[in-house]
């Protein structure tokens, strides 16, 4: 059966979270991954900010696991918040790396 998986990890790691979209669709699962800023010059407002968060935390929901994104082991507050979400809804949590 085919597994919902959300990514999670910091935006600086974008190129890595594609890579990773990448092989875990290959393998067959439906991967949902964060909404990125396409133009490195746009403007976010707060309230933006704040419904991306909300999206993000909906995608955890709709997911059967999360995929954290580590690089080098970073996890950062927005993200660990995402993981702690994940663990009270009762949703797996794979790592990039190994937890340090």
């Known amino acids: 059966m085919m597994k919902v998986v959300t990514l999670c990890g910091s935006m600086r790691f974008q190129s890595e979270m594609m890579e990773i979209a990448k092989k875990l669709a290959r393998e ?27 999206e993000q935390f909906k ?16 996890v950062g507050e927005s993200t660990m918040a995402e993981i702690e979400f994940a663990e009270r809804n009762g949703k797996r949590v794979r790592w990039m790396e190994s937890r340090k």
């Open 28 to 54: 067959g699962e439906c991967v949902l991954t964060p909404v990125y800023m396409v133009m490195k010059d746009s403007e976010i407002s707060e309230e933006e900010v704040k419904r991306l968060k909300l």
């Open 59 to 74: 995608r955890i929901e709709l997911a059967d696991e999360i995929f954290v994104v580590n690089v080098d082991g970073y």
